[in-house]
């Protein structure tokens, strides 16, 4: 059995850990905040005080963080996983991150002899309690293999895209396709209501044909309801967007509409909504047009 090291228990993290954990796993855990620490703790699970004691105890070492320099420094810096780096260690990242930042780490630890895979998720948190996140992969095929049972306890689609950078340039295409679809239901929903349809009627009607989407599965219900709590924090969308537009004009790639959708959620930090949910973008309509979405069926 694979010893385990997981690093960031934030709120994927901890419960994509937490599945490990459960599917039997030898699980050696730390984060910043301690108290996901002991939580996990209490479950069966070991702790550590630095990147370093975790890579020291595991077979296969996992990082969760917010954002690209957050993993090149717990993988490179002081106290890092590469202090403890050595041939046949694994070290998996399912932060979303710049494809460089990915592809330098990889060469830098693989001149340690340690395997690494960029492998960024989807699905949200409730695709990491449920164990149903998709999982694209970017890396060594053979490390993959090696880690295939690992990412299994957390993801049900695992997609092998290519070598190092590969998993995280098929999440910048994923963020693409979300933040246009988070954009396009606010605008649907709040057109409905002004027009003196029922957009939940509507929501109904569309999600059986062409326009069905996760995106329309998942969320109508929760805004309708009130809840714009995470999910997917929005300020953690803009990073991500960020990042789809630096690798944008790396390659020379215009993207207008990806480019407007990321001032939407630009405009959510300014209104001071950032910690609200990726779908909350439709707050941004609802100061633009100095309407609520009705959260009661009429």
């Not at 997981?6 to 419960?15: C, F, N, R």
């Not at 969320?219 to 309801?225: M, S």
Request: with cysteine.
């Amino acid at each position: 059995m694979l010893r385990v090291g997981y690093i960031g228990l934030g709120l994927m993290g901890k419960s994509m850990a937490r599945n490990i954990l459960k599917a039997g796993f030898p699980l050696v855990v730390h984060n910043r905040s301690r108290a996901a620490v002991e939580e996990l703790v209490a479950e069966g699970a070991i702790a550590a005080h630095s990147p370093t004691e975790v890579a020291a105890q595991a077979d296969v070492v996992i990082t969760n963080l917010p954002d690209s320099p957050d993993v090149e420094a717990v993988a490179l810096g002081e106290n890092g996983i590469i202090a403890a780096a050595r041939p046949g260690l694994i070290f998996i990242d399912h932060s979303t991150i710049k494809p460089e930042t990915a592809r330098h780490i990889a060469e830098v630890l693989g001149e340690k002899g340690v395997q690494c895979l960029d492998a960024p998720v989807s699905g949200g948190d409730i695709g990491a309690r449920e164990g149903t996140l998709t999982i694209m992969v970017g890396g060594p095929a053979k490390a993959l293999e090696t880690a295939h049972p690992i990412l299994e306890a957390e993801g049900r689609t695992i997609t092998h895209i290519g070598e190092a950078g590969a998993g995280q340039v098929a999440k910048v295409a994923n963020q693409i396709m979300v933040a246009a679809q988070m954009v396009a239901m606010a605008e649907l929903l709040l057109l409905s209501q002004k027009t003196g349809v029922d957009p939940r009627r509507v929501v109904q009607a569309i999600r059986g044909g062409a326009a069905q989407c996760w995106t329309l599965d998942t969320k109508p219900q929760r805004l309708f309801a009130g809840e714009r709590s995470p999910g997917f924090k929005s300020y953690m969308m803009l990073k991500d967007l960020d990042i789809v537009m630096d690798t944008a004009r790396a390659y020379g790639m215009p993207l207008p509409a990806t480019a407007t959708h990321t001032q939407l959620y630009r405009a959510m930090l300014e209104l001071g909504l950032g910690d609200l949910d990726n779908s909350a973008v439709l707050a941004v309509y609802e100061a633009l047009t100095n309407t609520r979405l009705e959260e009661e069926a009429p």
